[in-house]
């Protein structure tokens, strides 16, 4: 039961996106194309699984043991930047046909701090290793959903022609802000 609190905080109560505002900047650059939003929402969720998971391993075995979880922040900005050297590395070599589109959202993921806030909070809340694992994947999965949802309003608002004082970010704050409002409708789920 509290695996299935844990992810439905991550990806609704306590979304990174509209309710922490991290990783704010996917709203203007990362969710144009609901394609590009996919792609990118699904490099950042597989960066946050993977490099989280690798970064609180070594804070729970090496870290508190040896008394120096002062080091995780600075650790995990290392993991995270070496998990998208091997993603660009693989995709590089493997995908040869898509890394147009790989390539171009690396960077941004490295800036992202999705990644690094569900390290930090996982590690504050003392989580086990399992149930951070599954904070950190509902986390991505969080930021995906609302990417892609933002994606498609996007779509929408440019065929609504809105005024010209309302176009492009205004709009796109205003909808943010009502999505936000709509979401902390879930924040009653805690763990």
């Given at each position: 039961?509290?695996?299935?609190?844990?992810?439905?905080?991550?990806?609704?109560?306590?979304?990174?996106?509209?309710?922490?505002?991290?990783?704010?900047?996917?709203?203007?650059?990362?969710?144009?194309?609901?394609?590009?939003?996919a792609l990118y929402g699904g490099l950042?969720?597989?960066?946050?699984?993977?490099?989280?998971?690798?970064?609180?391993?070594?804070?729970?075995?090496?870290?508190?043991?040896?008394?120096?979880?002062?080091?995780?922040?600075?650790?995990?900005?290392?993991?995270?930047?070496?998990?998208?050297?091997?993603?660009?590395?693989?995709?590089?070599?493997?995908?040869?046909?898509?890394?147009?589109?790989?390539?171009?959202?690396?960077?941004?993921?490295?800036?992202?701090?999705?990644?690094?806030?569900?390290?930090?909070?996982?590690?504050?809340?003392?989580?086990?290793?399992?149930?951070?694992?599954?904070?950190?994947?509902?986390?991505?999965?969080?930021?995906t959903i609302v990417i892609l949802i933002?994606?498609?309003?996007?779509?929408?608002?440019?065929?609504?022609?809105?005024?010209?004082?309302?176009?492009?970010?205004?709009?796109?704050?205003?909808?943010?802000?009502?999505?936000?409002?709509?979401?902390?409708?879930?924040?009653?789920?805690?763990?």
């Amino acid at each position: 039961m509290q695996a299935l609190l844990v992810v439905l905080a991550a990806l609704l109560a306590d979304n990174f996106l509209l309710s922490k505002l991290f990783g704010v900047e996917s709203f203007f650059t990362a969710s144009e194309k609901p394609s590009q939003a996919a792609l990118y929402g699904g490099l950042v969720t597989g960066v946050t699984v993977i490099g989280g998971g690798l970064s609180i391993a070594l804070y729970k075995l090496v870290y508190l043991p040896l008394n120096i979880a002062y080091l995780t922040t600075f650790s995990t900005v290392i993991i995270i930047n070496a998990v998208i050297c091997v993603i660009q590395l693989f995709s590089s070599r493997l995908l040869k046909k898509h890394i147009n589109k790989i390539e171009p959202a690396l960077p941004m993921i490295s800036g992202n701090c999705v990644v690094l806030g569900a390290v930090l909070i996982a590690v504050h809340n003392e989580l086990n290793f399992g149930l951070s694992l599954l904070f950190l994947l509902g986390a991505g999965v969080g930021f995906t959903i609302v990417i892609l949802i933002f994606s498609s309003v996007q779509i929408k608002m440019e065929k609504a022609a809105p005024s010209e004082s309302f176009r492009g970010i205004p709009i796109l704050l205003i909808t943010a802000a009502l999505a936000a409002m709509a979401f902390s409708g879930f924040y009653g789920l805690k763990f």
